[in-house]
């Protein structure tokens, strides 16, 4: 019989492995996506269209993967959504046209959402409070791995084989993950729990959390903490190669030092956490990320063009998301046990939706240079810094949670 030590840590590696799987599929093709614009004669914002699609999938879909798992069990749901992202996947390797692979981006994303918003769930099923933040800091320890290798595999990928064998590589990933799924990780949700749970039961359950103002105002903070580093995503591919000069393999490296940096925080959080609290923890971090983001905004400005002071800026920026995005699931599903699932799939879907709404907003004034990118990103640090400030919920601890 495995301690209790050592199976947090296995959860921990399943939960946050299944996860990876999507942002795997984003992160991948990163340094590819001026070559298959090239290929397939599309512009930048047709290959930014790619990923928008898959934000908006990943995010409408968790408003039904998230009660789904609540009335089916955890397991019924991801199996479901891995078969999809796995036949999907094979449709990309085969796209003949930019807007086939833009579908085909959209039913990956529908695929991907279960593995996404239900880990969070299973997470909220076994744990409460510090362990619930040590577990979460643990999951996203493991899908910090996607941004490190992802790219750096997919730029060795298309430049070896090609960038149509990048999403064989990300079909076979899917294909790993339903095994681990089956093997290790049992059923969390009840038979019982699930008596109580149906689609007019969700459908109340979704309006309890958005009434819930602690609630919506930690998950308004994740999504613009999120969605900070979709505008990075999406633009960064073309600010780094044709502005910078930046090769595809250069480009990869850069990219991971952002997850490296989340990775080290993420590492320190549990630490953090029980020496000076939850939300004094994520306040501070806030205070980080929109000094460092904003004083990158000012030197932007200023004329200060030099590709060492972007990245160790974006370093700082996103490393403390390692802090903010745990604390920010916790504390808002913390009062919302029987809707774990549905609070789990209403934050992912905002994660996503605003992500997807910010490189909607940030795309008409790219041009291939640092501003339009370093502006939206400040924007959006702006605003959770306002949140983290104002929110009583960060403050103190929630009524519904006491």
Known sequence: MSSPNAQVSRYAIVLGLLT?????AID???????AIGHALGADPHAMQASL???FIAVGAGQLVAGPLSDMLGRRRPMVAGLVLFMLASIGCALAPSVGVLIALRFLQGLGACACMVTPRAVVRDLYTGPEAARMMSLLLMVYSVSPILAPLVGSFVAGSVGWRAVFGVVAALGLAGLAM???LLPETRPAAARLSSNLRSAMAGYGVLLRDRHFMALAFMASFTVSAFFVYVANSPFVMSTHYGVSPRQYALLFALNAVSLLALSQANGWLVARFGLRRVLRT???VQVGSIGLLLALTLAGVDRLSVLVALLMVGYGVNGLIVPATFVLAMEGHASLAGTASALIGTMNFAGGAVMVALVAPFANGKPLPMVAGIAACAAVVFVLAMRAPGVRRP???AA
């Not at 991948?28 to 001026?34: F, R």
């Open 28 to 34: 991948m093709y990163l340094p590819a996506l001026p």
């Open 20 to 24: 990876t799987i999507g942002p795997f």
């Open 285 to 287: 971090a806030v205070m």
């Open 398 to 400: 929630a009524v519904a």
């Open 52 to 54: 928008m699609a898959f």
């Open 181 to 183: 799924l089956l093997a």
